[in-house]
């Protein structure tokens, strides 16, 4: 499933209707548990997040979650015992795959509690304006990974009482054939926990 196209079409939502809409205009395929047979259920939303960010990067050459554990012990991240793991990975791990697979830089925005997040939808904004890439969120109450492909507020220069986020969550254990609405929509910013820390990766493409 194409993530541009989900995007294209959640951006007519009446929840957002008359609100500054920036979404990803990369093709991007939708990664997600189970996709490639594997089933990583319980552990792999990161390495799904990832995938689609790689796919960003370079549609032909996505890594496998394999691939993707290999690279991290390849360049030191991680000890050997971390091939054929279920141990999860995060944003920081992600900047390191780009960067080593694709020469891909990133920028990784740290933010100290999900109440902070609306201070960073203009910067958000102008990466999707600018990048076009899908952004990978990470955070610690819950330790799951989830895929930023839009935002949505009042203007796009500074904070505002109106703020979505376009979220396509890698929890998704269907065939790729069904409604997958449930999993690829807009939520308020109150999706954020405020006693959460959270992490974004944004990939320099």
């Not at 969120?137 to 895929?147: E, R, V």
Request: glycine fraction near 8%; proline fraction near 3%; aromatic fraction near 10%.
């Amino acid at each position: 499933m194409d993530l541009r196209e989900l995007a294209e079409n959640a951006s007519c939502a009446s929840l957002v209707e008359g609100l500054n809409v920036s979404v990803i205009t990369k093709n991007c395929k939708y990664f997600y548990y189970c996709c490639d047979g594997t089933d990583d259920r319980g552990w792999g939303c990161g390495y799904r997040t990832l995938q689609t960010l790689c796919h960003c990067c370079c549609p032909d050459s996505v890594p496998s979650l394999s691939d993707i554990q290999k690279t991290l012990v390849t360049v030191g991240d991680k000890p050997n015992s971390f091939q054929s793991s279920k141990q999860w990975i995060g944003c920081v791990e992600a900047s390191i795959v780009l960067d080593e697979l694709y020469n891909v830089a990133s920028k990784l925005i740290h933010v100290a509690s999900g109440t902070d997040v609306a201070k960073h939808i203009p910067e958000l904004h102008r990466h999707f304006l600018s990048n076009g890439s899908a952004v990978m969120i990470g955070g610690n109450i819950d330790s799951s990974s989830k895929t930023l492909i839009g935002v949505a507020s009042n203007t796009e220069e500074n904070g505002s009482d109106k703020n979505f986020v376009l979220i396509a969550d890698p929890h998704y254990t269907g065939t790729g054939n069904e409604d997958v609405s449930g999993y690829v929509k807009w939520y308020q910013l109150d999706v954020f926990d405020c006693n959460s820390f959270y992490n974004f990766c944004l990939p320099l493409v």
